[in-house]
Every structure is written in C-alpha cells, then in structure tokens.
Nanobody, 118 residues
Framework: VQLQASGGGSVQAGGSLRLSCVASFRTFSGCVMGWFRQAPGSEREFVAEIFGSSGYINYADSVSGRFTISRDRAKNTGYLQMNSLKPEDTAVYYC????????????WGQGTLVTVSS
C-alpha cells in the first residue's frame, strides 16, 4: 500500500492550499482516509477523516469550518482543502488510511510541508 501526498507550500495567513493524496493498491471506497499534521516540536495530531463508503466526515475542532476533506473515487485520490490558513496551521501534513471499523492507521504517506506566515 502506498500513499503519495502533495500540494504543500508557503502561503500568507488567510490564504488557501489544497493537499492531495493518491493511493496505490488500495481503494479509498473500502477504507477511511485521514489527514494528520505534525508541527515542529509537537506530536502528530488528527486533522480530518472521511469514510470511503458512506462519506461520513470528522474534523478536529481546530480546523472545523476552515478545512474540507473530500475524495474522488474514480481517481482514488483524497483531498484536504485548507482555507483561512493561520500561522498555527504550519506543519507537515500526512495522509493515512485505515480499514473501516479499525482504529489502526496502517498506511501513511510521506508528508507534505505547509508553512503559513503572518
């Protein structure tokens, strides 16, 4: 299983970025796809997840209302649209996948850096 994340970059506060996560050898329709982030000196934290079959979505409180997670089944690709970015959103963002019903995120992408300047 391979996940490839992309779309990171540098933006000013208030700007937007869209991250993408392409899955190889695994279909998002049969699992949960999520995004996590890790800021310098901090632990990795949950950002958002989407259930591939139902489309059910969860967000961390810190990003709710600003970030939107979605997936394109035909392209086997997940997205994280990030709007109204804040300096505290600066982190390496990772996409991950787990089987529906499992709590174990067993597939991880390599991470993409998002830097938000004030």
């Amino acid at each position: 299983v391979q996940l490839q994340a992309s779309g990171g970059g540098s933006v000013q506060a208030g700007g937007s970025l869209r991250l993408s996560c392409v899955a190889s050898f695994r279909t998002f329709s049969g699992c949960v796809m999520g995004w996590f982030r890790q800021a310098p000196g901090s632990e990795r934290e949950f950002v958002a997840e989407i259930f591939g079959s139902s489309g059910y979505i969860n967000y961390a409180d810190s990003v709710s209302g600003r970030f939107t997670i979605s997936r394109d089944r035909a392209k086997n690709t997940g997205y994280l649209q990030m709007n109204s970015l804040k300096p505290e959103d600066t982190a390496v963002y990772y996409c991950a996948a787990r089987d529906t019903g499992s709590r174990d995120w067993d597939s991880w992408g390599q991470g993409t850096l998002v830097t938000v300047s004030s």
